[in-house]
């Protein structure tokens, strides 16, 4: 009888009390008062009992379109950013389209793209300066390319895109009449936060979310951006035809109204939190942190020169140590055994935890390994 994979998620969850949880770039820094208030009374007005309006609060939505900066666009509510990208593939590709994108990248995107019946085609980005470049893009553009998808800054790498490349690419889409597929999920965290839809109003769906920015992942709340015509046409797609959770909305709301007070602690304790683990992965052999800096809340550890899978780390340090990181084999096809992602928008004292647990693990991992046969 075979012996059950370890499953990370069940065993985190069932622990959630002990876990440090960097494993899914959430952040866990954002002061939790207002937005737990907001809900309680949300709550004790029995709030849950009724559909909420349909096409989402006005307040939020005037809250989400002055958050973005794009005054000329509309707003438009799902159950989560992953919810929005789904929707934007499947109404705006079909079979044989081809989008530009990116190994490594978020591959759930990859998927619903390939549920329309389009493909991929994925540049390596493992090398400098881990991401796209306007000069890849062209070269890779064909007779089927219908969409170039930027994420920035990308998850997993924590890469980000300097305002001159955002704009290259921008008006790419805009002289080959390509749609472009802008997710900003981690905008906030960026040095130098730029959206396409600034150079390519017409071509340009973003995507944003409060899953990362606000702390509000559980809660599921996120949407597009786009002009009024291009959201009607994305809008056929939407199965919240009813409206998205009246709580998630309500949270988001009391999270975007004070989001200024908080927000620039939030990004220096993350940056500050990098800087945690550059320094104690340079105590640890053969292990690497290839992007600097990071423009997200998350970077990459490679860890292939020490020979131990990623898999290994990642149940090591949750089990032993309470540490969640996640195993690359998610995030890239040609790469994902060479890396843990880590993510830090976490209290100092999951970082404390994290400083002694990596050279723990890899340490205990090297004394497991079977020595080398003899020559």
Not at 252 to 281: F, H, M
Request: with cysteine; charged share 20%; glycine share 6%.
């Amino acid at each position: 009888m075979a012996i059950p994979a370890f499953d990370a998620f069940r065993y985190a969850h069932a622990h959630r009390r002990q876990v440090a949880w960097m494993s899914q770039n959430t952040n866990h820094l954002v002061p939790p008062q207002m937005i737990r208030e907001s809900v309680e009374e949300a709550l004790r007005e029995h709030r849950y009992e009724g559909y909420p309006y349909a096409t989402g609060d006005p307040e939020l939505l005037e809250l989400v379109r002055a958050d973005l900066g794009l005054p000329g666009l509309t707003p438009f509510l799902t159950s989560g950013g992953t919810e929005a990208l789904y929707m934007i593939a499947r109404a705006l590709l079909g079979p044989g389209d081809e989008v530009i994108a990116s190994d490594p990248s978020y591959l759930i995107i990859h998927r619903f793209i390939e549920l329309s019946g389009a493909r991929t085609r994925n540049l390596d980005i493992y090398a400098p300066p881990f991401r796209l470049t306007a000069e890849r893009v062209v070269e890779a553009i064909g007779p089927k390319t219908k969409m170039i998808l930027l994420i920035d800054p990308l998850n997993p790498l924590g890469s980000g895109y300097p305002r001159s490349e955002v704009r290259a690419i921008a008006e790419l889409a805009h002289d080959h009449h390509l749609l472009l597929l802008n997710d900003v999920t981690y905008r906030d965290f960026s040095h130098e936060p730029t959206l396409a839809a600034e150079f390519a109003p017409e071509e340009t769906v973003t995507v944003w979310s409060v899953s990362k920015n606000c702390g509000l992942a559980g809660l599921r709340i996120g949407g597009f951006s786009a002009t009024p015509d291009r959201v009607k046409a994305l809008a056929r797609f939407n199965t919240n035809d009813l409206g998205v959770n009246v709580l998630s909305q309500v949270a988001a709301l009391s999270a975007l109204r004070t989001k200024p007070k908080w927000i620039g602690e939030v990004v220096r304790q993350t940056r500050a939190n990098y800087d945690r683990i550059t320094a104690t992965v340079a105590t640890v052999a053969d292990v690497t942190v290839p992007v600097h800096p990071s423009w997200a809340n998350m970077t990459i550890l490679d860890t292939s020169a020490t020979g131990l899978s990623p898999e290994a780390i990642q149940e090591e340090m949750l089990r032993t140590h309470g540490v969640f990181v996640r195993s690359g084999n998610y995030l890239s096809p040609t790469h994902g055994n060479k890396f843990v992602r880590v993510s830090f928008s976490n209290p100092p004292g999951d970082l404390d935890r994290f400083a002694t647990a990596f050279p723990e693990t890899i340490r205990t991992l090297r004394a497991r390994a079977p020595a080398p046969a003899a020559a």
